[in-house]
DNA sequence: GTTGACATTGAAGCGGCTACAGGGTTCCAA
DNA sequence: TTGGAACCCTGTAGCCGCTTCAATGTCAAC
């Protein structure tokens, strides 16, 4: 029965210790069974999902606890729809300016006339500009223990 | 003048090749100028696009050709933009099962009885089958060179 | 002179694989 | 029977874009 799955990637799962080392055929060949199977779905269908592993890994935990409370699987689900939203919405904004961008090109140019390329360098100039009064103003309070920028 | 990005990432991009070595105090600290912070930001802000550093590298230097042709330029805002496009429309379908998810939440419970934990193995193992009968099918009618999946 | 916040270098770590080198095994066909 | 393809093994390094760390140097303020 195949399950789907890179077999390099099984292996790393087992290094990583989401996966229990399978019994060896004579031949030093792993054998997996049913267990390993279902385990190994599950992970893959929770990768699916986007969790990272070492979440993967605390459900796996809770999987063999029956008496456990569950209330983190909540928050885990919880946390996760979040992230996913919140990376939805900047890929959204990244579209748009994707897309604002691509208007700029007016056909074959050269690099000098490219609209899209001038359109970057521009927009690069002012953000870097904005950058720098955020600074001046954030600068005035307190000196924060932010991680340090660069000078010029 | 503050640059607004970590002095790390700036020294990660000048070994990468993407910031020429500014000029050096006697001390030894770096000296950056006008020409390094326009690079600079401009890297920031096709980052922000979400653009590949190899890619920003190909558009620097488009930047310092201007009379090279710029048909790359167009393609490769179009591409950028189609995988946006659908990572956005991977991440809605993910938010749907996420939320679907959540919704199997009734409350504080023990890991057995928890709604979510068990949609999960469920939902792993339907496809888990659906994978075996894919990978059935697909082996009928020629050994083609996939990579190899794992044997139970 | 001592503290503390900066700077320098090089190397290692993150996540989640993926690829590769250098071998062994199994199986099928010529 | 031999040869080649297609699998398996182990171990290590590479990918991306940073981030973190250790060990050291420099500089301004108190």
Known sequence: MAAGVDVETIRYYEKAGLLPS???????????????LERLAFIRH??????????????????????????????????????????????RALEKQLSALRSRCAGPQTAAACGILHELVTAAHRESVAHAGEDR??????????????QA
């Open 22 to 36: 399978p019994a060896r055929r004579a031949n030093g060949y792993r054998d997996y069974g049913g267990k390993h």
């Open 46 to 91: 929770c990768r699916a999902l986007d969790l990272p592993l070492a979440k993967i890994s605390r459900l796996l935990e809770l999987l063999s606890q029956p008496a456990a409370a569950c209330d983190d699987v909540d928050r885990l689900v919880e946390s996760q729809l979040e992230r996913v939203r919140i990376r939805i919405r900047s890929l």
């Open 137 to 150: 103003a954030a600068a005035a309070p307190v000196t924060r223990g932010g991680r340090r920028k660069v």
